[in-house]
T-cell receptor, first 115, second 113 residues
Framework: AQTVTQSQPEMSVQEAETVTLSCTYDTSESDYYLFWYKQPPSRQMILVIRQEAYKQQNATENRFSVNFQKAAKSFSLKISDSQLGDAAMYFCAYRRVSNTGKLIFGQGTTLQVKP | NAGVTQTPKFQVLKTGQSMTLQCAQDMNHEYMSWYRQDPGMGLRLIHYSVGAGITDQGEVPNGYNVSRSTTEDFPLRLLSAAPSQTSVYFC????????????FGPGTRLTVL
C-alpha cells in the first residue's frame, strides 16, 4: 500500500525568507502524481502545486517550487519570499495514475510565518 | 460555477443518531469522494464514486454509507453516530481522467456527543 509521510509537524519561517517542507512516500508504481495542498484556517483545501512522476523537471508555481527526487521517493516544497498569507497547514498527497486513483495524504505540516 | 458545495457546515449529534452530509458539484465531474480529517492524521478516504450508480470503499468506510444516483450529488450517511466519528468531513470531485486536479468542498465539522 502507498503511504505518505511528513515528518515535520510544525515549521516556522521569518517573513520574506525561504522555507522547505519535507515529504516522503512509498510506492511500487512507476507513474503517479504528487501534490501539495494548503489548508488555511478557513479549512478550504487549496492546491498549491502538482508534479507528474514521469517528468524529470521540477514543478514551479510562482514562489512555490518542489524538489522531486524519484529514486529517493522524496517530494519537498520550497516557499520563497514567505508571506504572512502563507501561514497554513500544508499536506503532501500521492495519487497513482488511474481512473479510480485515490489521493493519499500525509499527516500535514503547520507553517507559521513570523513578521 | 459554485464548484463543490457541502451542507451543513457544522453539526452536533448525539450518539446513535443518524444523519446525511450533503455534497453537490456542478462541474459534471464523474469522480467524487469523501474524506475525514482528524488531528495529526491528515485526510483519509471514506468512500468514492467514479460515476452515477458506482461506489466503492476507501480506507475508513465503517459506519458510513454512500450512494450516487446522479452525477451531481454524493451524500454521505452516518447510520448510528459514534463519538469516534467526530471529525471534519470533506467532499471532493474531479474529472475521471488521469490527470485532472481534485476540487474540495468547504468541509463539515461534525461533533458526536
Amino acid at each position: 500500500a502507498q503511504t505518505v509521510t511528513q515528518s515535520q509537524p510544525e515549521m516556522s519561517v521569518q517573513e520574506a525568507e525561504t522555507v522547505t517542507l519535507s515529504c516522503t512516500y512509498d510506492t511500487s508504481e512507476s507513474d503517479y502524481y504528487l501534490f501539495w495542498y494548503k489548508q488555511p484556517p478557513s479549512r478550504q483545501m487549496i492546491l498549491v502545486i502538482r508534479q507528474e512522476a514521469y517528468k524529470q523537471q521540477n514543478a514551479t508555481e510562482n514562489r512555490f517550487s518542489v524538489n522531486f527526487q524519484k529514486a529517493a521517493k522524496s517530494f519537498s516544497l520550497k516557499i520563497s519570499d514567505s508571506q504572512l498569507g502563507d501561514a497554513a497547514m500544508y499536506f503532501c498527497a500521492y495519487r497513482r495514475v488511474s481512473n479510480t486513483g485515490k489521493l493519499i495524504f500525509g499527516q500535514g505540516t503547520t507553517l507559521q510565518v513570523k513578521p | 460555477n459554485a464548484g463543490v458545495t457541502q451542507t451543513p457546515k457544522f453539526q452536533v449529534l448525539k450518539t446513535g443518531q443518524s444523519m446525511t452530509l450533503q455534497c453537490a458539484q456542478d462541474m459534471n465531474h464523474e469522480y467524487m469522494s469523501w474524506y475525514r480529517q482528524d488531528p495529526g492524521m491528515g485526510l483519509r478516504l471514506i468512500h468514492y464514486s467514479v460515476g452515477a450508480g458506482i461506489t466503492d470503499q476507501g480506507e475508513v468506510p465503517n459506519g458510513y454509507n454512500v450512494s450516487r444516483s446522479t452525477t451531481e450529488d454524493f451524500p454521505l450517511r452516518l447510520l448510528s453516530a459514534a463519538p469516534s466519528q467526530t471529525s471534519v468531513y470533506f467532499c471532493a470531485s474531479r474529472i475521471a481522467g488521469t490527470t485532472d486536479t481534485q476540487y474540495f468542498g468547504p468541509g463539515t465539522r461534525l461533533t458526536v456527543l
